[in-house]
């Protein structure tokens, strides 16, 4: 392996390096190089070279706060963030529970491959026969373990039902989804206003 030559910005640094180092007692006084030298030498010099290095404080570009845990959204909060479709009066009345549905699905107990085509085949249906509001009913799943060492999310179809709507082909019939108000059954529950049938 042939060694590199030593350019002229490295002997010019090393020569700056080298004034400023002081020599151990009893040594030789160091020699100065030459560019036809090969390999630079390989003493330390005692002081670091720096330049124009800000001052700084450690953390201080740390974030103020930051979230340790991420706790997923649930679909109510999903259903909360999302804008609303549908007449704004109707919606505040809908949210009230003033607005009474015109038919209705208990899911309540069904596994989720039971659950998804009687869900589609009840919307479409609902549609097709110009109804506005249907009331899904999903239940609000089983009381969470105090002692599970894994935290979970309740109610399985209180999370998938909202997707389900969302998705072809219920999207192209779903207006707007809501949580319940609490006389129709609450969080266990879903009004779905539908679009008006063509």
């Known amino acids: 392996m042939s060694r590199r030559r030593v350019r002229p910005d490295e002997l010019e640094l090393w020569s700056q390096i080298a004034r400023s180092a002081?020599?151990?007692p009893g040594s030789l006084k160091s020699r100065k190089l030459s560019p036809s030298e090969p390999t630079v030498p390989n003493s330390?010099?005692?002081?670091?070279?720096?330049e124009n290095v800000s001052p700084f404080s450690m953390g201080a570009k740390a974030p103020d706060h930051t979230d340790t845990h991420y706790f997923p959204k649930t679909a109510a909060d999903r259903l909360h963030a999302a804008p609303v479709n549908m007449d704004h009066k109707a919606y505040q009345r809908l949210k009230r529970g003033k607005l009474t549905p015109d038919a209705r699905i208990d899911l309540h107990g069904m596994t989720l491959d039971r659950a998804h085509p009687a869900l589609t085949r009840f919307i479409m249906g609902a549609h097709a026969k110009g109804h506005r509001l249907v009331l899904v009913i999903t239940g609000k799943g089983a009381?969470?373990?105090p002692y599970d060492p894994a935290p979970r999310q309740r109610g399985v179809l209180r999370?998938?039902?909202p997707m389900w709507l969302q998705?072809?082909?219920l999207a192209a019939a779903v207006l707007q989804i809501t949580p319940a108000h609490q006389r129709h059954g609450g969080a266990g529950a879903y009004y779905v206003y539908l679009r008006r049938a063509r």
């Open 22 to 24: 002081k020599p151990l």
């Open 44 to 50: 330390r010099p005692s002081k670091p070279v720096t």
């Open 167 to 169: 998705m072809a082909p």
């Open 143 to 145: 009381a969470p373990d």
């Open 159 to 161: 999370q998938q039902v």
